[in-house]
């Protein structure tokens, strides 16, 4: 069975300073990992994905994450947060011809101040 | 990616009720999945809706307390019934395409 931890239940930090947020999974078959972005009263938007190809995935507002097989990891970072990056971060997997089910970690809260 | 819409956006219902949420998607899609998300906590698979078949519920959830109805492959219902206080959280649907799923804006459901 696959699970999704995601240690850090709030991540705080400052504007302009960087951040990650970590994922770690575990499944004994080929994965699909995913970032979703849950902004207050919203429901998710996909942030970032890695299906296969570059373990490095990059999305349009900054964020990258990169998988790493031996580490069972897709951590999430970037290099400098703005206030309107204040949000809760869901990691999630799914696994190759499982039927697109997906499986969500607890969730990251990132908390930018100024 | 396909654009989903969901109604209500939110409602407050009265214990003992039901409520039916709708979702619909702008494009033909054959896997439709409900969700819900309890306050403070992350996404949890109700059931998948494929078109044509029964929905296939988690484990924890069943069909007479959340009856799915998937009439189309634009179209999804999902009624939360004889609903208590516990049943108040966050329901969304979603659609998969290219290996991805792409979730609706959410229905934010409190019951008194």
């Known amino acids: 069975a696959q699970s999704v931890t995601q240690l850090d239940s709030q991540v705080p930090v400052f504007e302009e300073a960087p951040v990650e947020l970590r994922c770690n999974y575990s499944?004994?078959?080929?994965?699909?990992l995913f970032w979703y972005v849950q902004y207050p009263n919203q429901g998710l938007q996909l942030l970032l994905k890695y299906l296969s190809g570059s373990t490095l995935v990059e999305s349009i507002n900054g964020f990258e994450a990169e998988f790493n097989k031996s580490q069972t990891s897709f951590h999430l970072r970037k290099p400098s947060v703005h206030i309107s990056d204040t949000a809760e971060y869901f990691c999630?997997?799914?696994?190759?011809?499982?039927?697109?089910?997906?499986?969500f970690g607890t969730g990251t809260q990132l908390k930018v101040e100024l | 990616s396909a654009v989903i819409s969901q109604k209500p956006s939110r409602d407050i219902c009265q214990r003992g009720t039901s409520l039916t949420i709708q979702c619909q998607v702008d494009s033909q899609v054959t896997m439709m999945f409900w969700y819900r998300q309890q306050p403070g906590q992350s996404l949890t698979l109700i059931a998948t809706a494929n078109q044509g078949s029964e929905a296939t519920y988690e484990s924890g959830f069943v069909i007479d307390k959340f009856p799915i109805s998937r009439p189309n492959l634009t179209f999804s219902t999902l009624t939360v019934s004889n609903m208590s206080p516990e049943d108040s959280s966050i329901y969304l649907c979603?659609?998969?395409?290219?290996?991805?799923?792409?979730f609706g804006p959410g229905t934010r459901l409190l019951v008194l």
């Open positions: 499944s004994s078959v080929s994965v699909y």
């Open positions: 979603s659609v998969a395409g290219d290996e991805t799923q792409y």
């Open positions: 999630a997997v799914s696994f190759t011809g499982g039927g697109n089910k997906l499986t």
